[in-house]
């Protein structure tokens, strides 16, 4: 079992930057990929991005097409965290985030069995 909660949502103007953390419970945590989801008001949840867990590989990390070159993704295994850089923010990247954990990198949300509760973020124009 993995408990996941976001933080670090708010207000931010465009062209504006935001760093959103995911804290994750139990032990197995560097073993999980991590997602980034979002979901805005009256739109279906759409990935993000997301990065491989340990597998004796480097981390990889995938985007969506509308964050590349905006967003990153880090993660520290031995603080069970992961965060999401959000750079050059845009009023369309107004949303709810979550974080997930899953047993391999995925795009879809049924690949992920553990959601956290979403954290807001605004970016006014």
């Known amino acids: 079992q993995v408990q996941l909660v976001e933080s670090g949502g708010g207000l931010v103007q465009a062209g504006g930057s935001l760093r959103l953390s995911c804290a994750a419970s139990?032990?197995?945590?560097?073993?999980?990929?991590m997602g980034w989801f979002r979901q805005a008001p009256g739109k279906e949840r759409e990935v993000v991005g997301v990065?491989?867990?340990?597998?004796?590989?480097?981390?990889?990390?995938e985007f969506a097409d509308s964050v590349k070159g905006r967003f990153t993704i880090s993660r520290n295994n031995a603080k069970n965290t992961v965060s999401l850089q959000m750079n050059s923010l845009k009023p369309e990247d107004t949303a709810v985030y979550y974080c997930?954990?899953?047993?391999?990198?995925?795009?879809?949300?049924?690949?992920?069995?553990?959601w956290g509760q979403g954290t807001q973020v605004t970016v006014s124009s």
């Open positions: 990065i491989s867990g340990s597998g004796g590989r480097a981390y990889y990390a």
């Open positions: 139990g032990r197995t945590f560097s073993s999980y990929a």
């Open positions: 997930a954990a899953g047993p391999k990198v995925a795009r879809t949300i049924s690949d992920y069995l553990y």
